[in-house]
């Protein structure tokens, strides 16, 4: 219980820092890769991505999701790519090699589609390495690039505003 405070503790000053000397640039380069970062128990509909990234031209395997939660990986068998906070150590180490290697993916946009309020998934929005990140509204306002305020129940509010907004930043690329 101990190392558990003071994991969170760690983890909470090792956030703030990344978020400190996080410098936020716009581009107008155009979104050709997606990662998305999502809470199992906020929302757990994969096509609705598929969908997504078919309307902003993304091609299929130019887009990756990884899902979080609090419970083991054996709860949900279906996704691939579920995650849990025993997969993040002390001062944001990561100890799964296949997150690893999707937080240092430097996707062109990434999408953080939770509206729960938890370290981990704030931590792992912080330590990726894409250029533009959107999210849902949260407290800490650092974490995302672009913010769109609604829930994960409305998801087609979501998607039509991230297709507005990517259009009138020129981040979507018409003809491919």
């Given at each position: 219980?101990?190392?558990?405070?003071?994991?969170?503790?760690?983890?909470?000053?090792?956030?703030?820092?990344l978020?400190?000397?996080?410098?936020?640039?716009?581009?107008?380069?155009?979104?050709?890769?997606?990662?998305?970062?999502?809470?199992?128990?906020?929302?757990?509909?994969?096509?609705?991505?598929?969908?997504?990234?078919?309307?902003?031209?993304?091609?299929?395997?130019?887009?990756e999701?990884?899902?979080?939660?609090?419970?083991?990986?054996?709860?949900?068998?279906?996704?691939?790519?579920?995650?849990?906070?025993?997969?993040?150590?002390?001062?944001?180490?990561?100890?799964?090699?296949?997150?690893?290697?999707?937080?240092?993916?430097?996707?062109?946009?990434?999408?953080?589609?939770?509206?729960?309020?938890?370290?981990?998934?704030?931590?792992?929005?912080?330590?990726s390495?894409?250029?533009?990140?959107?999210?849902?509204?949260?407290?800490?306002?650092?974490?995302n690039?672009?913010?769109?305020?609604?829930s994960?129940?409305?998801f087609?509010v979501?998607?039509?505003?991230?297709?507005?907004?990517?259009?009138?930043?020129?981040?979507?690329?018409?003809?491919?």
């Amino acid at each position: 219980m101990i190392f558990k405070g003071f994991k969170e503790k760690s983890n909470r000053k090792y956030l703030d820092k990344l978020l400190s000397s996080r410098t936020q640039s716009v581009s107008d380069r155009p979104v050709k890769s997606l990662g998305v970062i999502t809470y199992l128990k906020d929302f757990n509909y994969l096509n609705a991505f598929e969908n997504l990234a078919k309307e902003l031209h993304i091609r299929p395997n130019r887009l990756e999701v990884i899902s979080f939660s609090l419970e083991e990986k054996n709860d949900m068998n279906t996704w691939d790519k579920l995650f849990n906070p025993n997969d993040l150590g002390r001062k944001g180490a990561v100890k799964n090699i296949e997150l690893e290697r999707f937080l240092n993916t430097e996707f062109d946009a990434l999408i953080s589609f939770y509206e729960t309020d938890i370290l981990e998934l704030k931590l792992l929005t912080a330590l990726s390495k894409a250029q533009f990140k959107i999210g849902l509204f949260q407290p800490d306002e650092r974490l995302n690039d672009l913010i769109i305020k609604t829930s994960t129940k409305d998801f087609d509010v979501f998607q039509a505003e991230v297709k507005k907004y990517l259009t009138i930043l020129n981040k979507i690329e018409y003809d491919q």
